[in-house]
């Protein structure tokens, strides 16, 4: 029997900031109903200003509402921390968002070079590419987001957003062929995903 789950204590009487980190991250995951994430990576960075993590994740927790403005600071910072010795850093998260934030504040170059900066990270890579290509897609520089979305789906293949904007692309060149050639495929592959899912729910039901 597992142990029974405890109450988290309150941001100031946590004592670390390990830990405030991962109860934020465990408030935000379970969509807690009266406690804020946000509190506990306030109170991090209270004490430590230049948290990456919680730098990270109260920037996430404003883009997500909207707040770009808001989230834009604590990104940069979270970058610019990371970058302080190494321009190429450990964990692209921080660049992905702060691209993102830039999107949506209609920059689109800044957003562009952040994207592609953040493909460094090999997790960021499908996520960076992906939107580099949209944006690529937006100022008709199709030949770009072709090479773009091909190093997406070599980290994803089954990308299926990338999957649809490729299809697109490909149009937009006249390549009509090739196009209905890959959307055959990419049906194929999502007919086989789902069957492949159905079977696994009906096992554990059964």
């Known amino acids: 029997i597992p142990d029974a789950a405890e109450a988290a204590l309150s941001p100031q009487d946590t004592k670390t900031n390990d830990q405030l980190y991962l109860t934020g991250l465990l408030l935000e ?3 807690h109903a009266t406690w804020s994430a946000l509190d506990y990576y306030e109170e991090a960075l209270r004490r430590d200003p230049n948290d990456v993590r919680c730098l990270t994740q109260t920037g996430l927790w404003y883009l997500r509402r909207g707040r770009f403005d808001k989230a834009e600071g604590y990104l940069r910072k979270a970058v610019k921390t990371w970058q302080k010795r190494n321009p190429n850093p450990y964990d692209g998260e921080a660049i992905f968002y702060l691209a993102l934030c830039m999107k949506y504040q209609y920059r689109p170059q800044e ?12 997790a960021w890579a499908d996520a960076g590419y992906y939107q580099a290509a949209c944006i690529s897609v937006s100022q008709g520089r199709y030949d770009d987001a072709l090479d773009e979305l091909e190093r997406c789906l070599i980290s994803n293949t089954h990308n299926h957003q990338a999957r ?3 299809a697109t692309v490909l149009r937009k060149l006249g390549r ?6 890959w959307i055959r495929a990419s049906y194929e592959i999502d007919h086989n995903r ?13």
């Open 164 to 166: 649809a904007l490729k």
């Open 194 to 206: 789902r069957s492949e899912e159905r079977r696994v729910g009906k096992e554990c039901r059964s």
């Open 176 to 181: 009509k062929d090739e196009a209905l050639a």
């Open 111 to 122: 957003a562009y070079e952040l994207f592609w900066k953040s493909t460094w990270n090999k």
């Open 29 to 31: 995951q379970y969509r």
